[in-house]
């Protein structure tokens, strides 16, 4: 079910104006980018996770120049999922055409905050990206029933 636009502005905060609203979703848009600077550890359980590091990417004139690699993209858009819904975000397709895409996990019922994303440059020629511009575009679906659990970890209300 394709939920209405008054459904989905009350869930979405921050950087959100009309233009926003597609006809399945609403859009969310480049707040930073950051560059890898360390590796990662990932586990079963969470006990041995560690995050990999970042370093800020600076918007020169408005803009960041990006070289072909792997990037850490944080939105502008705090989003709450309620617990009768969950969120798939997608790239938009003006970044499949310049050879990028945006790779999100799943938002959970109960997930809230300002949600990251992995943004690939897979152009040998790199990419701009004008602060603010659109990325990608977050799907929302309705859950038949309410969560019985919703999500409770660590990322919950991040980058406020």
């Not at 989003?79 to 938009?92: E, N």
């Not at 929302?140 to 919950?156: D, R």
Request: charged share 25%.
């Amino acid at each position: 079910m394709i939920l209405p636009k008054p459904f989905l502005f009350s869930f979405i905060s921050g950087h959100i104006g009309d233009s926003q609203f597609q006809p399945a979703g609403v859009d969310v848009t480049l707040k930073e980018v950051l560059r890898f600077s360390t590796h990662g550890n990932i586990d079963f359980d969470n006990t041995e996770r560690k995050i990999s590091e970042t370093k800020s990417v600076p918007f020169e004139d408005g803009w960041a120049k990006l070289e072909p690699g792997s990037y850490k993209v944080i939105f502008n858009e705090y989003v709450r999922i309620p617990d009768d819904a969950a969120a798939l975000c997608f790239p938009r397709s003006s970044l499949l055409r310049s050879g990028v895409t945006l790779e999100c996990a799943v938002w959970d019922p109960g997930y809230e905050g300002r949600s990251e994303a992995l943004l690939i440059i897979s152009n040998p020629h790199g990419a701009r990206f004008k602060k603010n511009a659109k990325i990608g575009q977050l799907v929302f679906i309705k859950l038949s029933l309410p969560a019985k659990e919703t999500y409770q970890g660590v990322y919950k209300g991040e980058n406020k």
